[in-house]
């Protein structure tokens, strides 16, 4: 078992910059890929970014490319979401997420655990 907790979402300006972390626990963290993923209102939840268990594979939804960086520490159990240039169409609520074996996130991967979420708002 996994337990995936996000933190640092709230409330920013267009333009801004949050930091996402997702603190894990449980299972050995290194054995999963992680992502994020986000859900806005009255909308599906869709693929933000991935990385790989080392962390040296990252793919990013072309929505966010150049703007958010995912990253990860195998040490310290999390992975991050740097947030940058943020724009009102990117208020969601943001998951992390781990799936099992190796590479990216592609569409219709298992999802092996899901956090609880983090909001993220962005204001015009």
């Known amino acids: 078992q996994v337990q995936l907790v996000e933190s640092g979402g709230g409330l920013v300006q267009a333009g801004g910059s949050l930091r996402l972390s997702c603190a894990a626990s449980?299972?050995?963290?290194?054995?999963?890929?992680m992502g994020w993923f986000r859900q806005a209102p009255g909308k599906e939840r869709e693929f933000v970014a991935s990385?790989?268990?080392?962390?040296?594979?990252?793919y990013y939804a072309d929505f966010v490319k150049g703007r958010f960086t995912i990253s990860r520490n195998n040490a310290q159990n999390t992975v991050l979401l740097q947030m940058n240039s943020l724009k009102p169409e990117d208020t969601a609520v943001y998951y992390c997420?781990?799936?099992?074996?190796?590479?990216?996130?592609?569409?219709?991967?298992?999802?092996?655990?899901w956090g609880q979420g983090t909001q993220v708002t962005v204001s015009s």
């Open positions: 997420a781990a799936y099992s074996g190796g590479g990216s996130y592609y569409y219709g991967r298992q999802i092996d655990y």
């Open positions: 449980g299972r050995i963290f290194s054995s999963y890929g």
């Open positions: 990385i790989s268990r080392t962390g040296g594979i990252t």
